[in-house]
């Protein structure tokens, strides 16, 4: 039977270097099919704001409903090393909230690691979260969830002073305890150089191929999305039009009344017609 994947699994890959396959998902069916792919991480993140509910942004995204996610993805893939997305003000208004929404995610969901989006404001958060015995990866790079005050996600650590500042919170959060970390949107030199330079398992979101493993989200890698995507994003599939197809084809087979046939139907049992139709008769 396969045992079920953890941080140790993600850091002996990096020791060995062999890379750590993520994908993004928010749903039990998805997760299913993850499961059955050779990936070692299931991230629940909330992009699910943006792609299951349809928002602009990541910060609709409350705990109840990543909670309710998490849940779901653990049901579908119980093997996968399993890592839930922090929301927008689940750790913003403390240590005591974040430890608290944090541990929501363990007990409720059955998540193995914490996605936290930081800066070096967030160092204690980090810290503290981590001296409660839950595995924290950090977030770096491009942090949707500060979309506010920087206007639009650009790519980050493009400039020697800001990737030297990156390199520095990296490292900062490695100290504190994160057990891994995340690089979004980095310049891919500067994601290659955290990555030489810290000890953890270092998972890249659109930060080049120097990192120790990549994630994308589902969604992206099924060719499920349409419209503009990201320059990092690249699709594995086409499944947009061969779901678009076969929305067209039950349309189709319900209006010409090939839909459903007597096979997918339910019928009654031998004789019980002819006896409805009898007591039927009886009432006229
Ligand atoms: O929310 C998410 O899915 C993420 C990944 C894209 C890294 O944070």
Redesign the pocket.
């Known amino acids: 039977m396969n045992q079920k994947r953890t941080i140790m699994d993600l850091l002996r890959a990096k020791q060995e270097g062999h890379k750590i396959v993520a994908v ?1 998902c928010y749903d039990y069916t998805t997760a299913q099919l993850v499961a059955q792919a050779d990936v070692d991480v299931i ?1 629940v ?4 704001a943006q792609i299951v509910l349809g928002h602009d942004t ?1 910060l609709p995204a409350t705990m109840d409903f990543m909670i309710l996610m998490t849940r779901a993805v653990r049901k579908g893939a119980p093997q996968v090393c399993l890592v839930a ?1 922090m929301p927008f003000l689940s750790y913003q208004l403390g240590v005591s909230d974040a430890i608290r929404n944090a541990g929501r995610f363990v007990v409720e969901a059955g998540a193995q690691i914490i ?1 936290i989006e930081v800066t070096s404001s967030y160092e204690s958060v980090v810290r503290a979260v981590s001296d409660a015995g839950i595995s924290v990866m950090a ?1 770096i790079g491009i942090r ?1 969830q500060s979309i506010l005050k920087a206007g639009r996600l650009k790519a980050d650590g493009t400039t020697a002073e800001i990737a030297s500042e990156l390199i520095e919170l990296a490292e900062r959060m490695v100290d504190a305890g994160a057990g891994s970390l ?1 690089v ?1 949107g980095t310049a891919a030199e500067v994601a290659a150089m955290i990555t030489e330079r810290v000890e953890v398992p270092v998972i890249s ?1 659109g930060s080049g191929a120097g990192c120790d493993g990549q ?1 994308l ?1 589902a969604p992206d890698i099924l060719g499920l999305t349409q419209g503009e995507k990201p320059k990092f994003s690249q699709s594995f599939g086409a499944l947009a039009e061969a779901t678009i197809d076969a929305f067209q084809a039950y349309s189709r087979s319900i209006r010409d009344c090939t839909y459903p046939d007597a096979h997918h139907s339910y019928h009654m049992k031998a004789g019980e017609l002819e006896r409805l139709q009898a007591f039927l008769e009886a009432r006229h």
Do not use: Y
Request: charged share 25%.
């Open positions: 993004s991230l993140g909330d992009s699910a990541t997305d996605k977030h949707p995340l979004e979101c994630v989200i």
